[in-house]
């Protein structure tokens, strides 16, 4: 920008000729350089001292105004490293902590998603992501129709907590949301079940939509387990058995 507006200035300045007939009122000039072209050099540099500063103090206006110190900035991206690895992102920021919700990963193409290390919760899904990962149930241990199966599993997750709200049912898939315990004040936990009849199991999902980012850290704020404590209660309501090694939960804060 400042060599663009030196080109321009440089080409609306007259020349030494032109101001030839101004050299003798000048006062002395610079060793070595001629009388003529004097004037022309103290024009040149007291209009680039004023463009400059005038450049300058514009930057440093917009900065401040384009991002405030003490305002909340409304930032919908999926480009932040807060939001890696998940879809259809909204991120509020302030100097003290970072909110990031994401609604866009419910199943898609039959499959349960996983979970990424930017959000809390659980998926029989999460295989590249090892601390997300719990493994599917089988419900032989109850019963060998998926039918049976299916009808005790609706019933369980509607008595798990009295403020479960079944979004979307049919015979093989269940969607359901709680208001997320912790971290408090955010929006809902989803909760996603996937029968497969055919290998006598069920898969799952439990995903907090929000997650709080408290600098320094790079994980977000732990959920106390609660995505997970939440799904355990709902295997012992039934009496199923997990096929794998049960998932621990997050040691973090």
Not at 149 to 166: C, Y
Request: proline share 8%; with cysteine.
């Amino acid at each position: 920008m400042i060599i663009l507006s030196w080109i321009l200035l440089s080409s609306c300045l007259p020349t030494a000729s032109s101001l030839a007939p101004a050299a003798s009122k000048a006062s002395t000039p610079l060793p070595n350089t001629p009388p003529a072209t004097f004037p022309v050099l103290q024009r040149r540099r007291a209009v680039l001292e004023t463009l400059s500063t005038s450049i300058l103090n514009t930057l440093a206006f917009n900065s401040l105004t384009a991002f405030p110190c003490n305002a909340v900035q409304d930032v919908p991206t999926n480009q932040a490293a807060t939001s890696a690895g998940r879809r259809m992102c909204h991120t509020d920021t302030n100097p003290t902590r970072t909110v990031v919700e994401c609604v866009g990963e419910l199943r898609q193409d039959g499959r349960l998603s996983g979970v990424s290390a930017t959000e809390n919760g659980v998926s029989c899904s999460a295989v590249k992501n090892p601390s997300r990962f719990s493994p599917p149930w089988t419900y032989l241990t109850e019963t060998s129709d998926a039918r049976v199966a299916w009808k005790s599993l609706v019933a369980a997750v509607k008595g798990v907590d009295d403020r479960v709200e079944i979004v979307e049912l049919t015979d093989e898939y269940l969607h359901a949301t709680i208001p997320t315990e912790y971290p408090p004040g955010l929006t809902y936990d989803d909760i996603e079940f996937l029968l497969r009849p055919d290998d006598n199991i069920v898969l799952y999902r439990s995903v907090s939509r929000s997650s709080v980012f408290v600098y320094p850290l790079t994980q977000p704020v732990s959920d106390k387990n609660t995505n997970l404590n939440r799904l355990e209660k709902i295997r012992d309501i039934l009496g199923w058995d997990e096929l794998g090694m049960r998932q621990e939960g997050s040691k973090l804060i």
